[in-house]
């Protein structure tokens, strides 16, 4: 079975990136303001509270603990998805529920190292590439990759951030702040 980086390197969207090179520049600042948010959402997910996993703010909502791990897998899946051309959509509706906080934290440590192996190596021309996401023969998303990862691997990040803020505030956690106070730092 081939890898992800394998896929990629086949169609030339990934290669080593070349010292000063601004072949990646798209794919560079898109790591560096990675980084930059990594540790805040670390924070966040640091805090959710072990007994309190399975707590859910309304009965259509995830649980404090599938959204933790959805925010936890968000970039390198976003990524994963973002190597094809054309990708069948995520299974939304059977989300998987951690049984621990450090299951999260291990989620993200590994999309971590994989955005960390793999953004880099994608170079200007690929990230303006269409990227196509197919449902049953219906295409449901055509934009450029750089797009898309984006949209998906950075904005969505903060956007669930910001909502398992919430989650963290009626569960009685401290609020970590993200671009200023937050009520309790």
Not at 79 to 89: I, R, S, T
Not at 144 to 149: E, G, H, I, T, V
Request: charge should be neutral; aromatic fraction near 6%.
């Amino acid at each position: 079975m081939r890898t992800d980086n394998q896929v990629a390197e086949q169609r030339g969207c990934a290669g080593e990136p070349t010292a000063g090179s601004s072949k990646c520049g798209i794919a560079q600042s898109m790591l560096a303001e990675f980084e930059k948010e990594l540790n805040t959402t670390r924070k966040f997910l640091e805090r959710v509270p072990a007994a309190r996993l399975t707590w859910r703010p309304h009965e259509k909502s995830m649980t404090a603990g599938q959204l933790a791990l959805h925010i936890a897998e968000v970039p390198g899946q976003a990524l994963k998805l973002a190597l094809a051309d054309e990708v069948n959509p995520p299974d939304f509706a059977n989300r998987p529920q951690p049984r621990t906080p450090g299951e999260v934290l291990d989620t993200l440590n590994e999309g971590t190292a994989f955005v960390r192996q793999t953004l880099p190596t994608i170079d200007d021309a690929c990230m303006q590439q269409t990227l196509k996401i197919v449902r049953v023969d219906r295409t449901t998303v055509s934009m450029p990759r750089a797009n898309f990862l984006r949209s998906i691997m950075l904005n969505q990040w903060y956007h669930h951030r910001g909502q398992f803020g919430v989650y963290l505030r009626l569960l009685g956690a401290l609020v970590p702040s993200s671009y200023g106070p937050s009520g309790d730092e």
